[in-house]
């Protein structure tokens, strides 16, 4: 452990797969104690046995939470602050792809709900919560301890970039995420609480790769990325991590793309 995160307190939601599990090994390498929040239980434990095989001195607190539910989210951060004492850093990671959305013609209603609840409510309440926590968090300027946190909300290069192959309620719900963290940024600004998106591009993780289920599908988006390929979740931990820390100690507000290239690219290298 190098302690990037000795003595603070995260939480992490999906951290059962893709980027919320790399999160969640990375934060707990780096000292923090990690409450590893999903709606899939049994993939929060697995993450937390690997962690502990890992790192067997490492903090970690399980929590099966959906967090659409507003009751979920208080009563989990109730727990964190029960079990650690205070919330430094809140990773609003959760978020769904579903497989029927569509273009404007075709996605059902429900669909669209769904995505909505989870995408962005999800993370207005993963703010809410955070934000009252941080409010309280003793000080102990010998560790390091302040009042305040970080928030981390998860986004899209999709919030910034349109595309032809539509997912209509996906694509509004990560604009929606990317501009109430920009609102909430600067309401909490001098509270010591910072709020920034992660914008990732497209990656190797279930949440994609189960939607690119062809060879046609995944070379049709390939041909965008000018690092000619899918990021992987690990290189999306190592950016939450930064966010998390001091090292970013004067970001607030922005929108970290962290896209392999594509939002700044016209045309790809051949
Ligand atoms: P993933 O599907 O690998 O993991 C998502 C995790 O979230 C799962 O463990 C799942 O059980 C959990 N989850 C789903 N709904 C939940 C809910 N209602 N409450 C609590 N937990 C829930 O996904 P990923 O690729 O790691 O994506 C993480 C975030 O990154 C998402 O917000 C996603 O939209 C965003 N993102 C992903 C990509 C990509 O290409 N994979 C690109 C841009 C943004």
Redesign the pocket.
Known sequence: MSGRLAHKVAII?????????ESSILFAQEGASVVL????LA??DKAAALISARFPNAQTLVYK????VEK?IKEMVDATVAKFGRLDVMFN?????HPQDDNAITTEESVWDLTM???VK?VWWGCKYAILAMRNNPTDASRGLHTGGSIIN?????ALLGAATPQLA?TAS?GAVLAMTRELAMVHAREGIRLNS?????????????FLNTPEKRDRRMVHIPMGR??E?VE?ARAALFLATDDSSYMTGTDFKVDGGISACYVTPL
């Open positions: 939601t999906g951290a059962g797969s893709g980027i919320g599990l929040a999903d709606i899939n993939a929060a939470a959906d967090v659409a979920d990671n959760a978020g769904i792809m609840n989870i995408n999800g998860v986004a899209s290069f999709v996906y990560k992660l914008c990732p591009g497209p990656l190797k993780t279930p949440l994609l790769m189960d899918f990021g979740a999306q």
